[in-house]
């Protein structure tokens, strides 16, 4: 059961833009948890780009600060990353992490999306 479905990657010139939505079904989303986005690249190991802390405030890697915007629709359960100024160094495979209820732990379900290829040429 795919549960967590991510779209929006694709291959761009260097200084364009792309948007990545991440769609949850199921009790796997919850707005009072950590979710966010992580990336990696060939050889390298998974880094995060941007979430949102359980209180709701955001946190950007140094690389991508002033370029990518991390939001989210809670009535859709949905989280979106918008890419501007792409450079080649982004191009990676994009996960997004969202988490939820289990059992006591509100945010005790931690869900995976499949990934998603951005591919930034120069």
């Known amino acids: 059961q795919v549960q967590l479905v991510e779209s929006g990657g694709g291959s761009v010139q260097a200084g364009g833009s792309l948007k990545l939505s991440c769609a949850a079904s199921?009790?796997?989303?919850?707005?009072?948890?950590?979710m966010g986005w992580y990336r990696q690249a060939p050889g390298k190991e998974r880094e995060l780009v941007s979430r949102?802390?359980?209180?709701?405030?955001?946190l950007y890697a140094d690389s991508v600060k002033g370029r990518f915007t991390i939001s989210r629709d809670n009535a859709k359960s949905t989280l979106y990353l918008q890419m501007n100024s792409l450079k080649p160094e982004d191009t990676a495979v994009y996960y997004c992490?969202?988490?939820?209820?289990?059992?006591?732990?509100?945010?005790?379900?931690?869900?995976w999306g499949q990934g998603t290829q951005v591919t930034v040429s120069s």
């Open positions: 992490k969202v988490r939820g209820r289990a059992g006591l732990d509100p945010c005790g379900r931690e869900t």
């Open positions: 199921g009790n796997i989303f919850s707005s009072r948890c950590g």
């Open positions: 949102f802390s359980n209180d709701g405030t955001t």
